[in-house]
């Protein structure tokens, strides 16, 4: 159980990008329905703080960082125009794991697609939608005025085919619809879906995971909701669904396990982590808080442990 220690930072990189406001509709509409996870970030909220500027800087993956270069190749600075950026990855039975993302924003349909016009790039004709190249191997096109879908061909046309009712959208997929209405409240939140929320788990318990208690506990895993608020310090927060308050349980007692052992050889940022994580089991739910103030974080975000576990 030596790796246990990364429990808090594997959760931190999964839902570090989650500074969200409640879902857009216009969003919504485009996400299909095999999604794996939602994360959502309000570019106003995290601009606010220097303690989610600093977390964002050090664990954006290289992905999402593509993202944000594919709207400044289309003319979009994320940091003044955009006010909320939805990555959504999902399953695709042709092409495997997909990701696109969706950006809302003080941005104007009209004068982007007038700029492509006086560049001379003409767009690709999707059904009913214009698809431009944006750069860095990806495509883009609007769903309305002010919303911006973006990927690589595949996925931007998954998500088209979602937005248009040619394809089932995450209407359809009831246990994550549960999971994001109960999420995006918050000013933070991300949701993963049952197979990446037991993929989650599997990792984040690290080596507590090859114990047989894991392999009955993970198939009773239904999904997670992640939520973190940086209004006074830090304040992280995970729920894990389960089948039963059994599974909970259980859950529960291998993550303390786990914590009880970490924090007998832990030091730096790896006590910090520590000494500031709680978990149990609230009926079906497994339940881990984290909590620091914004000294304690940065000192964290400094350590040697986390910068190891971030790359």
């Given amino acids: 159980m030596k790796h246990f220690g990364s429990i808090v930072m594997i959760l931190f990189v999964l839902g570090s990008l989650a500074f969200a406001a409640p879902l857009p509709t216009s969003a919504r509409s485009a996400i299909p329905k095999e999604t794996q996870q939602i994360i959502c970030v309000d570019y106003r909220t995290m601009k606010g703080s220097s303690i989610a500027m600093a977390l964002k800087d050090r664990v954006l993956p290289p992905n999402l960082k593509d993202f944000e270069d594919a709207l400044k190749g289309v003319g979009i600075n994320p940091d003044k125009d955009v006010d909320t950026l939805v990555f959504v990855t999902f399953r695709s039975e042709k092409s495997g794991l997909r990701m696109i993302g969706i950006a809302q924003g003080q941005f104007s349909a009209k004068k982007i697609i007038a700029r492509f016009k006086v560049k001379k790039v003409t767009p690709v004709k999707y059904r009913l939608a214009q698809l431009y190249p944006a750069g860095t191997g990806m495509e883009m096109s609007f769903l309305d005025d002010f919303t911006m879908l973006f990927g690589d061909d595949a996925a931007i046309r998954n998500a088209l085919d979602a937005h248009n009712g040619d394809a089932e959208s995450v209407a359809s997929n009831s246990e994550l619809t549960d999971l994001i209405n109960a999420a995006d409240n918050g000013p933070v939140w991300s949701v993963l879906d ?30 997670s909701r992640y939520a973190l608020d940086f209004s006074n310090g830090v304040k992280f927060d995970l729920d894990v669904i389960t089948a039963d308050a059994m599974t909970a349980t259980a859950l529960s007692a291998l993550v303390k396990a786990g914590m009880a052992y970490r924090r007998l050889t832990a030091t730096g940022g790896d006590k910090l982590a520590m ?18 103030n914004d000294n304690q974080f940065q000192s964290l975000l400094q350590s040697d442990f986390f910068t190891a576990i971030s790359r």
């Fill in 275 to 292: 000494d500031n994580l709680t978990a149990d089991s609230d009926n079906n739910r497994l339940r881990v808080h984290f909590k620091a």
């Fill in 194 to 223: 049952q197979q990446g929320t037991q993929n989650m788990m599997h990792s984040a318990l690290g080596d507590a995971s090859a114990v047989a208690d894991f392999d009955t506990v993970k198939k009773r895993l239904l999904g």
